[in-house]
Structure formats: C-alpha cells, structure tokens
C-alpha cells in the first residue's frame, strides 16, 4: 500500500521548518504531494519562483508540486476563517 501526504502552503519563503516538516513527511510517506498556493497580498514572489525553490530542492525525491492560483488570502485559525476555507 502506497501512503501519500500532503503538505498545503504559501512558503512565502521556504525555510528550514518547511524543509523539516517535508523531509519528516517523506520519512513516512512513500510520497508527498505539495500545494503552494498563490499569495499575492502576503508575497511579491511570484507563485512559479516558488513552486521551483521546493522542485529544485527535492527533484530527486518523490514529490509532487502543485501551484494552486486561487487559494486563499487569509490565514489564522478561527471558525470564521474554516468557513471561507472549506
């Protein structure tokens, strides 16, 4: 049985705790799937230059990066928020 993850963000800029937390994802999983969502009140980075950091960095594991380019713009945790987010 293959496992897969999933790991949803914006990486605004991929840093050492994503890369912890992708790299602890495929320790367990036999692949992990990676949706970067576009955010362009949080980042003038484009969605691409991100996408690419984490393909770049991971080309030779089994990741799958997905460019989501109407996600959403707010964050938190809040029951208002998971409304507008389901």
Do not use: C
Not at 42 to 52: F, G, H, K, N, Q
């Amino acid at each position: 049985m293959n496992k897969t993850g999933l790991y949803l963000g914006k990486f605004t800029i991929f840093h050492a705790g994503h890369q912890l937390i992708l790299d602890t994802a495929l320790s367990e999983m036999d692949r992990v799937v990676v949706l970067i969502y576009d955010a362009p009140s949080s980042t003038s980075i484009p969605l691409d230059v991100r996408a690419r950091w984490i393909e770049r960095i991971y080309s030779d594991k089994p990741v799958q990066v997905i460019r989501g380019w109407a996600g959403p713009e707010d964050a938190g945790y809040s029951d208002e928020l998971k409304k507008i987010q389901i």
